[in-house]
């Protein structure tokens, strides 16, 4: 049974919505929950679905009071794409790839916001972790003014592994960090690019940035030091296009 379009609850038709291979953000289980939880629960890590824990007041409030059986499955209200999606589009549009990557930006306002402007300046396609990194719900679709119709977002489950995978196929890779020495605008973005952009309290993982072709750094000159995850990717995609259309 449903109680939305993106709650699915009861043991069989969670399972069933696993089996069927429908987007599922993430499933909560019940703490108290008996029988056969663990083959659904199995089911769904084999398929790298985040499974949770939860009390059964929330899995109450989340199926609206129905029969969940100890299980409900939040399900996706968008269909993410994969990685070799993105690299394709920018190969049939004759264009170097152009993809921003997200590196545990969970703010929904954030996220809205920074696939509004990827769409705006034409990038080929935007990149998030399954984990700590907020997805494509009803905010995010709200923020972006409908963006999200238009831009092909892919879900990886180790944002090191897909940086690394997209290095072996070219793509050069440009963190956004405080820390860093070089201006962002020294960088050369008239070549196969993908720019990570991290949270705005921690901003990109340690691991990442050894991962990066380029760490960057966005200059200022008054009392703050650092911006807003969503305006300092828009500075970013702005040079990417101003330099591109300089050259074109």
Known sequence: MRENENIIYGRNPVLEAINSGREIEKIY?????????SKIIKSARDKNIIVSTADNVTLDKMSGNG???GIVALCSLYKYCDVEDILEYASEKGEKPFILLLDGITDTHNFGAIIRTAEAFSAHGIVIPKRRSAVVNSTVVKTSAGATEYMKIAKVSNINTAINNLKKQGVWIVGSSVDAKEDFSNVDYDQPI???IGSEGEGISELVKKNCDYLVK???MGNMNSLN???AASIFMYEVVRQRLGKA
Not at 29 to 37: D, E, Q
């Open 29 to 37: 289980v019940s703490k108290n929950a008996k029988g056969n939880i």
């Open 229 to 231: 995850a969503s305006v």
């Open 218 to 220: 966005i200059p200022m």
């Open 67 to 69: 029969n969940h059986q």
């Open 194 to 196: 993908a720019i990570v």
